[in-house]
Each structure stands twice: as structure tokens, then as C-alpha cells.
């Protein structure tokens, strides 16, 4: 049976190396460090879950989760973001995020986020 592919989207090299650890045994991981990439990634292929923070250079979080909801209205994004607000989670969650879940995070939160996203 083939892995689910994850595309994971953060500017910091240490978190995506992070995610690496918490996920490479069980899906198929891409990368990418800002929302231009994964735009770029989309026009190739198609994972089964994004995974995106949501400050990032070039184009953020927010701004590419609205424009990925015109291009792949389906496509699952959680977003794992520093800012532990209850307004930015809305804005998140609003704007078609599955999940949203607060760094630091431990990586018991990102496998279960992921498992319940992708199984829904």
C-alpha cells in the first residue's frame, strides 16, 4: 500500500527537519519553505495533506491556505503556527484549515492531527 505524500511547508529548516523525524517512517514527505513553493508544487502534484506555518517569507500561511482553496478546494491544510490566538485559529479554520495546532508542539500532536485529517 502506498504512504500518503505530505507536503510540509515552513521557512525554518529545524521545524521541516522536525517534522521529518515525526513522520518519514509512516508518509511520503516534500518540501517546501514559503506559500509560492507549494503553489509551484501544486501546478506538478498533488499530496493528500499540507502542512503549513503560517509566517513565512514571500507568501504566508493565510494568503496561500485562500488561494490553494480556489485552485484545490479539497485538498486538506493544517496549519502549525507560533501564534497561539484564538482569532488567528478562527481566521485559520475559516479561511479551510482541517486543524490548527500551536508551536512548540510535541510530536504525539502532529501525528494524531495528521492521522484524524487524512482519515476524514
Known amino acids: 500500500m502506498a504512504k500518503k505524500k505530505i507536503l510540509i511547508c515552513d521557512d525554518q529548516v529545524?521545524?521541516?527537519?522536525s517534522?521529518?523525524?515525526i513522520l518519514e517512517n509512516d508518509y511520503d514527505l516534500v518540501f517546501a519553505a514559503n506559500g509560492q513553493d507549494v503553489l509551484l508544487y501544486l501546478t506538478e502534484s498533488t499530496p493528500d495533506l499540507i502542512?503549513?506555518?503560517i509566517k513565512m517569507p514571500k507568501m504566508d500561511?493565510?494568503?496561500t491556505l485562500k488561494e490553494l482553496q480556489k485552485i484545490r478546494p479539497n485538498?486538506?491544510?493544517l496549519i502549525v503556527t507560533g501564534y497561539d490566538?484564538?482569532?488567528m485559529a478562527t481566521m485559520a479554520t475559516q479561511?479551510?484549515?482541517a486543524d490548527y495546532i500551536v508551536k512548540?508542539?510535541?510530536p504525539e500532536q502532529i501525528l494524531k492531527s495528521v492521522q484524524k485529517v487524512l482519515q476524514s
Open 104 to 106: 512548540p508542539f510535541e
Open 51 to 53: 502542512i503549513m506555518d
Open 19 to 21: 517534522y521529518k523525524l
Open 85 to 87: 490566538s484564538v482569532e
Open 14 to 17: 529545524n521545524i521541516r527537519e
Open 75 to 77: 485538498l486538506p491544510v
Open 61 to 63: 500561511g493565510l494568503t
Open 95 to 97: 479561511s479551510g484549515a
